[in-house]
Structure formats: structure tokens, C-alpha cells
């Protein structure tokens, strides 16, 4: 997945920073946080995909809102979610995690980016299937090394928290093609209904046509298993002509 890297840095660091970045594959991800079609796309098909082989070659936009919907009056901010108030509140703590997960100098094999991935895998993973109602916010926290969960829940329960998930919104109403399912999933800022539809079943053999050779070895075994070999083109050929041989002998 994507560092992205702020401050002055060697000029050969930063060359190489910078031609490692380009071969990744932007990719954005407007979900719902009780959306089904987006628990489903992000833990069978994104997050499996991410923590192997291709973690490297991706660089992951999550834009929690959907079709949800907001007004403002004043500094105030309103919003109608497409599941319920249940939803809106789970769409500000996935963009407050968003905004605050922070990776920890005492844990060099967790990065921020997996560290969001992960917590955000858990939420869609329990989807609307928690206890008493309460969102699973704290529970995923623990169970992912999030360690600023606290810091969160603030966002989310302040203006903070409407802010963000108001820049989604305006983040979402921005596309050039207007948002009409959940998820929709952009491939370098480009959003196809065919390229979509066929990521949410096969995201790995999806990605693997943005991504720049050499390819990792996963994107191989796809495209072998989507080719069909050579022995069995010469079946099917040796069928369709003894096929003919019958019928133009009868």
C-alpha cells in the first residue's frame, strides 16, 4: 500500500520514493459502513487481495458515505444516511479512523495504512451484527493494534466527525459520474460500470490488468487461469471439426 511521505528528504530517497509510488494503482473505494454490497466487496474480495502480494502495488482511497445525504445550517451539519442514523454514525468513525489511525514507532511491522485497513476490514467484517447496538468501534480497535481508539470515538462524536464525513460527501458529489451503487470502486480516478461490476467478484484479476510489469506473481496465475492453454484450444478445435466430419459425411 501507498506511504506517502511529508518533509525534506535526500534527493536519491526521494527519486526512489517517487518511481516506486508511480507503479502503484490509485484505487477508490465509496462505500456505506452497513452497506452489505460493501462489507461483501471489502472482506472477500479487497482485504484478501490487499494483505497479500499486491499490498505493495496499490494505493487505497476509502471514502466512507454512499448514498447518504447532508444539509447544513449554519456551522451545523445534518445528515441522512441509506441504512440510518445506525449508518451515519458508523460512516464519521470510519472517516474519524481514517483521519486519525497513526502507525507506532514501537511496531515497525504495522503501517498506517494497514492499520486502517485492517480496522476497517473488522467493522464491515461484524457489519450490523453487534450486541446492544453498540457499534464494535472499540472491540476492532483491540483486536488491530489501533491504540488511539479514544481519540476516535471523540472524532466521531463531535463536530469533528460531521466535518469529515462532510468532505466525503462533497468528495463523493464531486465524481464525474454521479454515485448510483455502493460500492463503486474507481481504478486511477476512473470510474467503468463493467470494470466495477467485475472487481466486486474478481478484484484480484481486476487489478491485475492496471498493474505495470513485472507483475507480482499472483497477477500470472490469474491470467494463466483466465487463458486457456494450448492443449485446450486444440480440443475444442478437434471437436468442432470432427463435429463437421459427421455432419458433412451424414
Sequence with gaps: MSHKFIGVCLLL??????????????IAIYYESLCPDSAKFITEQLYPAVKGELRDVVDLTFVPFGK????????????????????????????CAIEHIQANSYQIEYTRESLTLDFINCLMRAGKNFPDNVYPGQRCATENHINNWENIKTCANTT?????????????????????????ILFNEQFEKKVNDRAQVNFIGTLCQYVSAPQPRICAQHNAAATPSLASVSAILSSLLGLWFIRSFY
Design 160 to 184: 469533528e466527525g460531521s466535518q469529515l464525513l462532510r468532505k466525503a460527501g462533497e468528495a463523493t458529489m464531486r465524481l464525474k459520474e454521479p454515485l448510483t451503487s455502493v460500492p463503486s
Design 68 to 95: 447518504s445525504q447532508f444539509f447544513t445550517q449554519g456551522a451545523e451539519v445534518t445528515f441522512t444516511c441509506h441504512h440510518g442514523p445506525n449508518e451515519c454514525y458508523g460512516n464519521k468513525v470510519h472517516a
Design 13 to 26: 530517497g526521494c527519486l526512489v520514493a517517487s518511481v516506486h509510488s508511480a507503479a502503484k494503482v490509485p
